[in-house]
Nanobody, 126 residues
Framework: QVQLVESGGGLVQAGDSLRLSCAASGRTFRRYVMGWFRQAPGKEREFVATISLNGDRTAYADSVKGRFTISRDNAKNTVALQMNNLKPEDTAVYYC???????????????????WGQGTQVTVSS
C-alpha cells in the first residue's frame, strides 16, 4: 500500500509556472506507475500525465502537451508535475495517483489507478 500527498498548488496568473509534487510513502515506490489527474468544478476528473516505473515512458493529455512535464525521483519517492504557461482552463484540483505494476507501462485512465492523494488546488487567473 502507498500513501500519496500532493503539494505545490496555489493561485497564479495566466502564463506563470507551478511545480506540483507528490510524496509517496513506502519503500516500493519504484514499482508504481504514477499519474496526475485534475478535476475542475462541475466537470469529471480528467487525465493529465503519467510516467512509467523507471521514468522512461510518459504520456500527456493533448491539452497540456508541450506545457507540462512529469518526472519522478525513485530515490526520493516523489513524482513532480512542472506546469508552464498556465492557462485559466488549467484551474482544477490536481490529484496524484499510483498503481502497483511490474511492467514499463503507462496508464491514461483513472480506472487503472488504485491509490489517490487528497489533491491540491491550482487556480489560474486571467
Amino acid at each position: 500500500q502507498v500513501q500519496l500527498v500532493e503539494s505545490g498548488g496555489g493561485l497564479v496568473q495566466a502564463g506563470d509556472s507551478l511545480r506540483l509534487s507528490c510524496a509517496a510513502s513506502g519503500r516500493t515506490f519504484r514499482r508504481y506507475v504514477m499519474g496526475w489527474f485534475r478535476q475542475a468544478p462541475g466537470k469529471e476528473r480528467e487525465f493529465v500525465a503519467t510516467i512509467s516505473l523507471n521514468g522512461d515512458r510518459t504520456a500527456y493529455a493533448d491539452s497540456v502537451k508541450g506545457r507540462f512535464t512529469i518526472s519522478r525521483d525513485n530515490a526520493k519517492n516523489t513524482v513532480a508535475l512542472q506546469m508552464n504557461n498556465l492557462k485559466p482552463e488549467d484551474t482544477a484540483v490536481y490529484y496524484c495517483a499510483a498503481d502497483e505494476n511490474f511492467t514499463l507501462v503507462v496508464f491514461t485512465t483513472s480506472v487503472h489507478y488504485e491509490y489517490w492523494g487528497q489533491g491540491t488546488q491550482v487556480t489560474v487567473s486571467s
